[in-house]
């Protein structure tokens, strides 16, 4: 009966012990949630997808200074202060949506050569200090991460596709660094990006459209 007893507390001791049920887990877990819901709701153009950033982004800039990723850290971080100043230029105008707007090829050529230069300054930089197989696609995907964040504040139309292209590059980071959780749901953030372009595009376009066919 002692021996049934002793094996019962030990099977609730390595229960208890469980990562998953830990305060880390749920907050990465959370943050996991929030984060996919935020895609979902700015594919949709929901206003709500800026709360959802907010807590999301809140959480892992927490998580990543507990685990000492300091530049992870400082994105997430950056990414806090535009769940702010998303939220704040969608509301600005209570009774006015604000319109999705397209660029033209021209603007994006300009932006894209600016931010592969910053990328790539920023590599040579940061290999003073560090010594890292994938500095360059790390920097690249934090710079573009960075600047296509604005696009969405802005509701610019082709921020969609830039966030296939920068998911699609995070997928074979975190699956070359064996993180093959967070690889697999940067697929799905690459499957999000495609279904936010297609829905975007059908409303910019039917807007476009719209004081024609009145007329």
Known sequence: MHGLIELFNNIAQQFVALPWLETQFWLEATAVILAVAYVWLAARENIWCWPCALVSTGIYTWLFWEVSLLFHTLLNAYYLLMAVYGWQKWKQRENEEIPIQSWSIQKHLVRLVLLTC??????????????????????????????????????????????IVINSFACYLYFAKEMYLTGALFIFYVLFAVYGYINWRQQHVGRSYAPSASA
């Open 118 to 163: 910053i990328a790539f300054g920023l590599t040579v930089f940061a290999s003073m200090w560090l010594d890292s197989q994938y500095l360059y696609l790390d920097a690249f995907i934090t710079v573009f991460s960075v600047y296509t964040t604005m696009m969405v504040a802005h509701k610019v139309l082709e921020n969609w596709l830039y966030w």
